[in-house]
Each structure stands twice: as structure tokens, then as C-alpha cells.
């Protein structure tokens, strides 16, 4: 089953604005990621906020997480065309074991920036 | 994608063969994963392997089948069971620790006829 959700589902924005995607979780997590796909590639990591983290930032990317909502966003400022891509939320739920480093993916935000 | 390679890019099977898709890093990171990703979806995790000799089935192991005999390798078998197998195959890796931040491969798209 699916933890992430993420809405919306898709985004077009003109250069220059700024992009922000939501992602939703059901069970109580250690860490949620998020990542960039560009299309027909693989997957970039582009940030990791802890639960006892509520904000963090890396260059034009700004990450809230509130975990009494269970819930992420992903903000990017002043989007480029290269900006254009699929991001991915994906929550790792911590426990012992087998379930050890296991990351459970979102279905994603199509994000198109115009020229 | 650097350090981690899938071959081949594209990949062409008659319905009812077993086709293996290979996942190589030099890393040198213990965890390895194999997700299938269908168009316009996201990531579902088929195994993984914590550590060499080891690995676990994911949410959607039934027709695959995989082995983690060196720490660089973890070879995925798409066998005659798996009923619907032509999608985009990723490879991922990641160090062991407190994060698990994944680290991909180019991808592998496997189309079946």
C-alpha cells in the first residue's frame, strides 16, 4: 500500500514562480525524503527532513514536515525550466529488523515549468 | 546515477522467458533495492538486501526472484509467473546507518510481447 500521497498530481507554472507539492503518510515515521525523477531516469535525492525536524532548506528548496497532520510540502522558489520533472515523497518508518532502511514512495507531482 | 549501473537500458522478452536484470555499484554500500515503477505511478518495492547472502521481499515479490551472492551485485529475475512484467525497472542503494537516503541507477525498461 501506498504511504505517500502527494497532491497535486500535477503542476504548470511560468519561470520565475514558485512550486509547492504536498505529500501525506498514514503510520508514524522516522524520516521523510524527498526526490526528483527526470523522465526515463532514475531518482535524485534531494532532501531528508527527520520527525523532530519541522523545517529545513536547501538552496531554492524549503521542506515543512508537521507530524500531527502527517503531512510534508516541498517548496521550490523561483522555478527554472530544468525544474521540470516528477517529485517523490518517501517515508521511512523506522522499526528494527527486515524493515531496516525500507522507504515507501508516493506516486508524485508532475511539475512542468514554462519558459 | 553515478556508481550504480543497469544494463540494459531497454530490454525485449517473448511472453513465458525468464529475463535477468542486472544492478551493479561500486558504492560500496550494504543495501540494495529493486522497485517497479509503472507509467505515471509511483515506486513499488519487489526485494531488498540489507546485507550479502540476505534480502527480503517487498510489497510486490510474487514472479520475481533475485540473489545477493557479491556486496556490487543484486541480479533481478523477472520469471514466466510474474502476469503483467513490461514496466520501468529501478535499482536503488544506500548506506546503512541512521539515514536511508537511496541512491539510483539509470533504470532498465523491460518490455514484454
Known amino acids: 500500500s501506498q504511504q505517500g500521497e502527494e497532491d497535486p498530481q500535477a503542476l504548470s507554472i511560468q519561470e520565475g514562480e514558485n512550486a509547492t507539492m504536498n505529500c501525506s503518510y498514514k503510520?508514524?515515521?522516522?524520516?521523510l525524503q524527498w526526490y526528483r525523477q527526470n523522465s526515463g531516469r532514475g531518482l535524485v535525492h534531494l532532501i531528508l527532513i527527520r520527525s523532530n525536524e519541522r523545517e529545513k532548506h536547501s538552496g531554492r528548496l524549503r521542506v515543512t514536515l508537521d507530524t500531527s497532520k502527517k503531512s510534508s510540502s516541498l517548496l521550490i522558489t523561483a522555478s527554472r525550466a530544468a525544474d521540470t520533472a516528477s517529485y517523490f515523497c518517501?517515508?521511512?518508518?523506522?522499526?528494527?529488523?527486515?524493515?531496516?532502511?525500507?522507504?515507501?514512495f508516493g506516486q508524485g507531482t508532475i511539475l512542468t515549468v514554462h519558459p | 546515477d553515478g556508481g550504480i549501473t543497469q544494463s540494459p537500458k531497454y530490454l525485449f522478452r517473448k511472453e513465458g522467458q525468464n529475463v535477468t536484470l542486472s544492478c551493479e555499484q561500486n558504492?560500496?554500500?550494504?543495501?540494495m533495492y529493486w522497485y517497479r515503477q509503472d507509467p505515471g505511478q509511483g515506486l513499488r518495492l519487489i526485494y531488498y538486501s540489507q546485507i550479502v547472502n540476505d534480502f527480503q521481499k517487498g510489497d510486490i515479490a510474487e514472479g520475481y526472484s533475485v540473489s545477493r551472492e557479491k556486496k556490487e551485485s543484486f541480479p533481478l529475475t523477472v520469471t514466466s509467473a510474474q502476469k503483467n512484467p513490461t514496466a520501468f525497472y529501478l535499482c536503488?542503494?544506500?548506506?546503512?546507518?541512521?539515514?536511508?537516503?537511496?541512491?539510483f541507477g539509470p533504470g532498465t525498461r523491460l518490455t514484454v510481447t
Open positions: 558504492l560500496n554500500h550494504d543495501a
Open positions: 536503488a542503494t544506500s548506506t546503512s546507518g541512521n539515514t536511508y537516503e537511496q541512491y
Open positions: 518517501a517515508t521511512d518508518a523506522g522499526g528494527g529488523g527486515t524493515s531496516y532502511g525500507k522507504l515507501t
Open positions: 503510520t508514524s515515521i522516522n524520516n
